[in-house]
């Protein structure tokens, strides 16, 4: 049965301990979360320093120089899909929020879904993020490079390397978030205060060592061949990439204090903040490169133009804010998927539900889903060793899973607006679209649809750019039938057990 749209409590909306047990939920989590700290767990997520040093080769590749104005289209699509999440993070400040209310206004089937896929897609970002890490530490100190002199992510010892940092990470953001939030929350706040100082150290530097002028975003001249339309629609996966995890703050709800009018703010704020400092640094490379047309733009990216700009002691330093923004954005993904992984247990909705579902009575952590992640992730990590053109790819389709997982949310939230049902946005004393809700809404659902389509469609350039059997080629739309046919079995199973469990009958016990 669908679950309604909750009611605004009449109570003080700053007993935030009271507000949650109205939802059917003790609170045993650590409220310790402020504003800023919000904030951080949303900007880290995005993480415009980790995703844009990563992706903006690829963006270049396709688009030249013009593929900069995919970054304000993502951007305005996005925050369509972030008006939806501000208004009811509002009314729904629960941990575990793209499950919690795509259930609410969908029903169980529909938020074990989003919330299944979600989890997938947060496992396999968090390996993504942590292998990052190669990218930038062996060309800050050689001695990072603890396996062989090649520190390619391809070849065999930077694939293993790779692997080593990125499991060494994982480890040490399991152990933070087993710890508990307090600590999270600083490292976080720190790591973000960090990559915000280190992304305007870069615009300034790209700004005051411009090549040309800001014309040069209407360059098409190095696109790749055929029709601009094309490359352009390849290049704007970039953006796609990165401009996910906004809604972290309201995975956070239940450890943010006052959350029905923070978390709406963070998600709103941590959107508009990475595309604003993530569009100057696009603007600021492309007028300050060296060259448009050498090949290195496309090939190596913004760290092409950095070290360009600056002597070495500035540039490592600068890429220091690198690997600061890469740690915390692994941190800020772990924790947000160990929360949807909590919530969904504490409703009996995964396997093991019980343990899942326990939180250390010192640090106030779901302990378990903490280190489940963490050894999904290193797992997820050694099939780079085996097959890093494989992982690059899976890392890419799982971002088709975290897309379809925000329609789950925002095609329910549709229905349920055009229906007649009880709108979310009724009460004055909270963020609301109002009378703008249905337009706002159909908005992010074609958008939603739009990126989906564009993000899974089998182009060989972008799955298969060195050749691979059609099954690579194809792996977006293979990638979501596995989980969604996984995922038939996990819930079935669980499914199962409850009933046996309410039955009577002998049954597998999930805790």
């Given at each position: ?36 700290a919000s904030f951080a767990a949303g900007f880290s997520f995005v993480s415009i320093l980790t995703t ?68 997938i897609a947060q496992i396999v970002t968090a390996a993504a993020a942590a292998i990052a890490l190669q ?154 490169a060296p060259s448009l047309s050498d090949g290195a733009l496309a090939s190596d990216g913004l760290a ?208």
């Open positions: 049965m669908a679950a309604t749209l909750a009611p605004i409590p009449s109570a003080d909306l700053s007993g935030d301990g009271a507000d949650l047990a109205r939802f059917g939920y003790q609170p045993v989590l650590h409220r310790k979360l402020g504003r800023y844009i040093f990563q992706f903006f080769g690829f963006g270049y590749s396709f688009g030249g120089a013009a593929f900069f104005w995919s970054w304000p289209i993502v951007f305005a699509g996005q925050f369509l899909v972030a008006l939806n999440f501000a208004e009811l993070a509002a009314r729904y400040p629960i941990s575990g929020c793209i499950y919690q209310w795509s259930r609410r206004l969908g029903g169980e089937l529909v938020g074990w879904f989003a919330g299944w896929m979600m989890i990218v930038v530490l062996p060309s800050i100190w050689s001695g990072f490079q603890l396996v062989g002199t090649d520190t390619a992510l391809t070849s065999p010892s930077g694939a293993t390397n790779a692997v080593l940092l990125g499991s060494v990470l994982l480890v040490v953001t399991t152990l933070i978030n087993v710890i508990g939030i307090d600590l999270m929350a600083r490292i976080n706040s720190i790591g973000v205060t960090v990559e915000i100082v280190g992304v305007l150290a870069i615009v300034a530097l790209f700004f005051t060592g411009t090549e040309r002028g800001p014309g040069v975003v209407l360059h098409t001249d190095q696109a790749a061949p055929g029709p601009y339309w094309a490359a352009f629609l390849v290049s704007g996966l970039m953006a796609a990439y990165v401009m996910v995890g906004f809604d972290s703050a309201g995975e956070l709800s239940e450890e943010t204090k006052n959350p029905r009018r923070v978390a709406p703010r963070t998600i709103l704020t941590a959107l508009s903040v990475s595309a604003l400092g993530g569009g100057l640094m696009l603007l600021g490379a492309l007028m300050a092409y133009v950095l070290t360009a700009k600056l002597d070495s002691p500035a540039g490592k330093v600068l890429l220091g804010c690198v690997a600061v923004a890469i740690t915390v954005c692994t941190l800020a993904i772990q924790t947000a998927g160990s929360r949807l992984m909590f919530s969904m247990a504490r409703d009996g909705k995964l396997p093991f539900a019980g343990r899942l579902a326990a939180v250390h009575p010192r640090y106030g952590t779901p302990v378990l889903p903490a280190i489940v992640i963490g050894v999904l992730g290193i797992g997820l990590l050694v099939l780079n060793l085996g097959n890093a053109a494989m992982f690059a790819t899976l890392a890419s389709v799982c971002i088709v899973t975290l897309y379809l997982a925000y329609l789950l949310v925002t095609v329910p939230l549709l229905v349920r607006r055009w229906t007649g049902l009880p709108d979310p946005g009724t009460d004055a004393r909270l963020f609301s679209l109002g009378r703008f809700g249905i337009p706002v809404n159909a908005l992010a659902v074609v958008w939603g649809v739009a990126m989906v389509v564009n993000l899974a469609w089998p182009r060989a350039e972008v799955y298969t750019p060195e050749g691979g059997g059609w099954w690579m080629r194809w792996a977006a739309p293979l990638f979501v039938l596995l989980v969604l046919a996984v995922g038939v079995v996990v819930h079935r199973l669980v499914a199962g057990w409850s009933r046996g469990v309410r039955s009577g009958e002998p049954a597998p016990q999930p805790a």
